[in-house]
C-alpha cells in the first residue's frame, strides 16, 4: 500500500492542476445534481417493531379515524391565578378569552370557536357533558336521574380529565395546530405563540407558561459548536506549525470534503428517503477527522523534508506512509459509523451511513486535494510564518521535544502508570451501573424555558403524571360483535388499570364496535423510575388480560414509547459495541502485525469510555456538585458516544503507533521505537485532540441540558482516550510488554496480507540512518 500512495501523493503534488479540475468537476457535478434533482428531506421519525409505536398507530384504526395523539403537534398554554384567587374570577376569565382571541390570529392555530376554549369553560363543558351522559343512561334503564348520585359517580373520571385544578387556581388551555404531523410546525409559528403569551401575561396578573409536542423545538447547536471549532482548530494548527499558511490548509480542505458530503446527501433524496437529523453527525465528524488526517500528513511531510530537498518526493513518502496511516484510521471511523445500522433505528442506520460515506471522502481529499494543493504551492506551503521552526536536537542529532521528554518519563516507572490509569480510570467508571436512560421532554428542558415552568407548574397543581398520561388501546375487533361483550370487556379494562399500583387517574374514551381507548394518569412524572415499573407492570399483564377477554391491548403514549426506544437502544448496545470492536480489532492486526497492541488498543478504549460514562452520569443524572441539574442520560448517547469516539480513539491509536512501529520495523529497539513514535506523532496527536475537544466542548454553551451532556461526554472522552490511554497507558504498556508487544505466531503471519503501513518498502535512507545506533537489524515483517 505505501508504494502504491507514494505514487499517488507523488503524482497528485506535480500534476496538480488536473487534480484540482477533477475536485472542482466533482462539487460543481454534485453540486448541481444536488440543487436541480434533490427532494426534500423526511422528518418521518419511524421505529419498526416497537410495541407502543404499533399501538399509537392502530388508534386511529379503532376510533373511528381519530388521528393518533403521537401525530398530533399539540399546544398546552398553563395559566396560574396569583397566590389566594381562582381562575373564575371575571377579570381572570376576561384575561384568558383576550388570551385565545389574540391565538387564533397565528397561522395554524384553529380558529372556531369551540376549537379553544379557557379552563374554566372546559370544566363546565365537561361536566355539563358527563351528566348528560348519566342522564340519558338512567332513562335508557327506565331510572329516575339523581344528580347528585350522578356527580358523585363522575366525579373521579372529571378529576382525571378536568383542564382546572382542585383549588381552581391553575388552568391548561389545550389545542392542537393544523398540520399533518408534529414536524411541520414552523419555527415561526412556535415564536409567534410564545410573544402572545408574553404579552399577555405582561399585561395580567396571570402566570403563563406553554408546553406541549407542538412548541418542542430540536435545538442541535450545530453551526455554534463548529465556528468554535474551527475557530480553535485555526489557533491550535497555527501553533503547532508556525505558519499561518500551513494552519488554514487542513481547514480549507476538511471543508471541501464536508461540502461534498453534505451536497451527496442531498443528492440521495433522490433515491431513498433521507431524515433531516442525518447530515448533524456527517458534518461534525467530516470536519473532525478532515482536519486530523491533512493535519498528520501535513506534519510528516515537513518532517521529511529534513531527510530530502525533492519536494514531491517528501510529499510522495508522507502520504505513503502517514497517508497510509490515514487509510486504516479512516476505516475504524467508517466500521465504527456503519455499524450503527446494527441498532435497527432507521434515522440512526442512515445517520451512520452518511456519516462513514462523508469520512471516505475525508480520506481521498487528504490523499489527493491536499497533495495537490501542497503541488500547487510549493515552496508557500509553511509561508506566512510568525515562528521559525527550529528544535532542539540531541546530539545524534533526532529532534529532542517534549514528546521525547514525556515518553522518556514513561519509561522510568510503566508499571506504576498502568495502574494508575487502570485504577483511576476504574474509579471514575463506578457511577455507570447506575445509569439511567431517558428521552428529552418538557421536564428535562432548561430550567428557565417556558416549557420546562410550564411543566412544573402542571406538576404542582394537577399531579405530575398529568404531564404526559399513558394510553391504553383496547382493540375488540377480533371478539363478539355483542355490544354487551364489548362493553364488558371495556369495563373490564378500566378496572384491571385503575387497580395497578401507581394509577391516580383513568379516563375511559366512549367505545365502538372497534374498539376504546383509557387515559392512564400515573402518580409519578414522565421520567421518574416508578412510571417505568407502572409500564414493566402494565406489559406483565397484558398477555393474561387478553386471554380472559379475547380482546388485544396496546400501550402507547409518550412516556411508553420513549422507554421502548431507550430500551432497543439499551438492547443494541452490547452487539454494536461487539461489532464494531471486532471488525476494528481485526483491521488493527493488519496495520500493526500484532496480537497484543490491538488488544491493548481496544480494551484502552472501553475502559476511557466506561470513565467517561461513569463521570457523565454523576454530572448529569445524579447531580454531584450542583454543576447540574439530574435527570435521566439521553438514550442514544451511548451509542453515538461509542461509534464516534472509537472511531477517534482508533486514529489516534494508528497515528501514534505506527510510527512506533515504523521506527521498529526500521531497526529501533523497542524503546528507541517508542521514544520516536513519541517523537513524531506526540506534538499532531495532541493538536488532534485538543481540536476535537474544542468541537465537541463546543456544544456544552447550549442552554438544552441534552446537547451540554453529549457535548461533556464527547469532549470528557477524547480527553480520556487521547491523552490518559493513547499517551500514557499505551506507551506504559508498550514498555512493559517490550519486544513481546510485536510477536506474532508464524502460521499468523504468513497468511494475514502485508499492507505496510510503515512504508517499509520505501527506500528512505534518512530512516535507516536514525535507526542505525540501535544495535538491531530492521525487522523482516
Do not use: C
Not at 652 to 676: C, M, N, P, W
Request: proline residues 5%; without cysteine; hydrophobic residues 50%.
Amino acid at each position: 500500500m505505501a508504494k502504491l500512495l507514494f505514487r499517488l501523493g507523488r503524482t497528485a503534488y506535480r500534476r496538480w492542476p488536473l487534480f484540482l479540475i477533477a475536485w472542482l468537476v466533482a462539487l460543481a457535478g454534485v453540486g448541481t445534481f444536488s440543487v436541480t434533482q434533490s427532494q426534500p428531506m423526511s422528518d418521518q421519525f419511524t421505529i419498526p417493531g416497537i410495541e407502543s409505536v404499533e399501538a399509537a398507530e392502530t388508534l386511529p384504526e379503532i376510533m373511528d379515524g381519530q388521528s393518533s395523539p403521537m401525530d398530533e403537534a399539540n399546544v398546552q398554554i398553563v395559566v396560574q391565578a396569583p397566590e389566594g384567587e381562582q381562575l373564575a374570577a371575571p377579570q381572570h376569565m376576561q384575561a384568558v378569552d383576550e388570551l385565545i382571541a389574540d391565538l387564533r390570529g397565528v397561522d395554524t392555530v384553529p380558529q372556531g370557536e369551540q376549537a379553544i376554549a379557557g379552563p374554566v369553560q372546559a370544566d363546565a363543558g365537561l361536566e355539563q357533558q358527563a351528566l348528560q351522559q348519566a342522564r340519558q343512561q338512567a332513562e335508557a334503564q327506565g331510572q329516575p336521574f339523581d344528580r347528585e348520585a350522578a356527580l358523585q359517580q363522575v366525579e373521579p373520571q372529571l378529576a382525571a380529565s378536568s383542564p382546572l385544578s382542585e383549588d381552581g387556581r391553575t388552568g391548561l388551555v389545550d389545542f392542537a395546530l393544523d398540520v399533518e404531523k408534529v414536524t411541520d410546525v414552523e419555527p415561526e409559528t412556535q415564536q409567534q405563540i410564545l410573544d402572545v403569551v408574553e404579552e399577555h401575561a405582561d399585561s395580567s396578573d396571570l402566570a403563563m407558561e406553554v408546553r406541549g409536542s407542538g412548541m418542542q423545538v430540536m435545538e442541535i447547536g450545530g453551526a455554534t459548536a463548529e465556528l468554535i471549532g474551527i475557530v480553535m482548530a485555526l489557533i491550535i494548527l497555527a501553533l503547532t506549525f508556525g505558519s499561518l499558511v500551513s494552519a488554514g490548509m487542513p481547514v480549507v480542505t476538511a471543508g471541501i470534503g464536508v461540502a461534498m458530503g453534505s451536497m451527496g446527501i442531498t443528492a440521495m433524496t433522490v433515491f431513498t428517503d433521507i431524515s433531516s437529523t442525518t447530515p448533524i453527525l456527517a458534518t461534525m465528524i467530516g470536519l473532525a477527522v478532515g482536519i486530523d488526517y491533512a493535519l498528520f500528513i501535513l506534519a510528516r511531510y515537513r518532517s521529511e523534508l529534513e531527510h530530502t530537498d525533492d519536494r514531491s518526493r517528501a510529499l510522495g513518502i508522507a502520504v505513503g506512509t502517514a497517508g497510509s496511516a490515514v487509510v486504516f484510521a479512516g476505516l475504524t471511523v467508517i466500521i465504527a459509523l456503519a455499524a450503527l445500522s446494527v441498532v435497527g433505528i432507521p434515522f440512526l442506520t442512515t445517520m451512520g451511513l452518511a456519516a462513514a460515506a462523508t469520512v471516505a471522502i475525508a480520506v481521498l481529499v487528504a490523499l489527493t486535494l491536499l497533495p495537490a494543493v501542497v503541488g500547487m504551492l510549493k515552496g508557500r506551503t509553511f509561508g506566512l510564518k510568525f515562528r521559525k521552526y527550529s528544535p532542539k536536537r540531541e546530539d545524534s542529532g533526532l529532534v529532542l521535544n517534549n514528546g521525547v521528554r514525556w515518553s522518556r518519563f514513561i519509561g522510568k516507572k510503566p508499571l506504576v502508570w498502568t495502574l494508575l490509569v487502570v485504577v483511576a480510570l476504574g474509579a471514575l467508571a463506578i457511577p455507570f451501573k447506575d445509569l439511567r436512560l431517558g428521552m428529552p421532554s418538557d421536564s428535562t428542558a432548561p430550567g428557565d424555558s417556558s416549557r420546562r415552568q410550564a411543566a412544573e407548574m402542571i406538576g404542582d397543581a394537577f399531579g405530575p403524571g398529568k404531564l404526559d398520561p399513558l394510553m391504553l388501546v383496547v382493540d375488540a375487533r377480533e371478539i363478539s360483535d355483542d355490544p354487551q361483550a364489548q362493553q364488558a370487556a371495556y369495563q373490564e379494562a378500566q378496572r384491571w388499570a385503575a387497580e395497578q399500583d401507581g394509577v391516580r387517574h383513568i379516563v375511559p374514551a366512549p367505545g365502538n364496535d372497534k374498539g376504546t381507548m383509557v387515559m392512564l394518569q400515573p402518580e409519578f412524572g414522565p421520567d421518574d423510575p416508578r412510571t417505568a415499573q407502572l409500564l414493566e407492570s402494565l406489559r406483565a399483564g397484558e398477555a393474561g388480560f387478553e386471554n380472559r377477554t379475547g380482546v388485544d391491548l396496546g400501550i402507547t403514549g409518550t412516556v411508553a414509547i420513549m422507554e421502548d426506544i431507550s430500551q432497543q437502544l439499551n438492547d443494541a448496545l452490547v452487539p454494536y459495541l461487539a461489532t464494531v470492536v471486532g471488525l476494528a480489532f481485526v483491521l488493527l492486526v493488519l496495520v500493526f502485525r500484532s496480537l497484543l497492541v490491538p488488544l491493548t488498543a481496544t480494551l484502552g478504549f472501553l475502559l476511557s469510555v466506561l470513565a467517561t460514562l461513569g463521570v457523565t452520569v454523576a454530572l448529569f443524572q445524579e447531580g454531584w456538585f450542583g454543576i447540574f441539574e439530574g435527570g435521566p442520560i439521553i438514550s442514544f448517547m451511548p451509542i453515538i458516544l461509542v461509534g464516534v469516539v472509537f472511531g477517534l480513539a482508533m486514529d489516534y491509536q494508528v497515528f501514534l503507533v505506527t510510527r512506533i512501529r515504523e521506527a521498529h520495523v526500521h531497526g529501533a529497539s523497542y524503546k528507541d521505537a517508542i521514544v520516536d513514535g513519541f517523537r513524531n506523532s506526540a506534538r499532531v496527536v495532541t493538536a488532534a485532540a485538543l481540536i476535537m475537544t474544542s468541537v465537541f466542548a463546543g456544544f456544552m454553551l447550549m442552554d438544552d441540558v441534552i446537547i451540554k451532556s453529549m457535548g461533556f461526554a464527547l469532549a470528557v472522552a477524547v480527553v480520556f482516550d487521547a491523552f490518559v490511554i493513547r499517551m500514557l497507558l499505551i506507551p506504559s504498556l508498550m514498555y512493559l510488554m517490550k519486544e513481546k508487544a510485536w510477536a506474532m505466531p508464524t502460521w499468523f503471519d504468513r497468511i494475514i496480507p502485508n499492507v505496510d503501513v510503515e512504508g517499509e518498502s520505501l527506500e528512505r535512507p534518512g530512516t535507516a540512518r536514525d535507526h542505525a545506533e540501535s544495535g538491531r537489524e530492521p525487522a523482516n515483517v
